[in-house]
């Protein structure tokens, strides 16, 4: 009796793995990422694909075939902003920066609370219009995603 009892668990158990490998580990992780085209592939959903390649290959190879064609297995590409200006005065009236200010006034053009103090943020300063367009030709941005 145990021994039917443990045979049943052992093949729901597959078939559970066999359905969320079919359906690929970035489709069912992150939906809403369907449709990205490029950008950085996330480690997660790289090694969950991963591990249906050396359990069951097939499937496997079909995960990471699904999340490529979705999109869904890269990372979602950051938010840019610029400030003008007159924002750049009003967020430092005396010649130092508010980082108050400034971090209210970035997450207002962002659209997301801005963090400071976080170490994912990168501030850029460019000496002229030239190094500006050249850095973001070779980050492959335009001045339209600003």
């Not at 959903?45 to 249906?52: E, Y």
């Amino acid at each position: 009796m145990a021994v039917k009892t443990l045979s049943k668990a052992i093949v729901m158990s597959l078939s559970v793995v066999m359905v969320l490998e079919l359906t690929a580990c970035g489709t069912v992780f992150y939906p809403e990422r369907k449709g990205t085209k490029s950008g950085s592939i996330d480690p997660i959903v790289a090694v969950a694909d991963a591990v249906g390649l050396l359990f069951f290959f097939i499937p496997g190879i079909i995960a990471f075939a699904v999340d490529f064609s979705n999109g869904t297995i890269y990372l979602p590409h950051g938010k840019h902003s610029s400030l003008t200006p007159e924002e750049l005065k009003s967020v430092s009236p005396n010649g130092k920066v508010d980082k108050k200010a400034l971090s209210e006034l970035v997450s207002k053009k962002v659209g997301l609370a801005v963090n400071l103090n976080s170490a994912d943020l990168q501030v850029k300063a460019f000496s002229s219009e030239a190094s500006l367009l050249t850095y973001l030709n070779a980050n492959g941005l335009t001045l339209a995603s600003l």
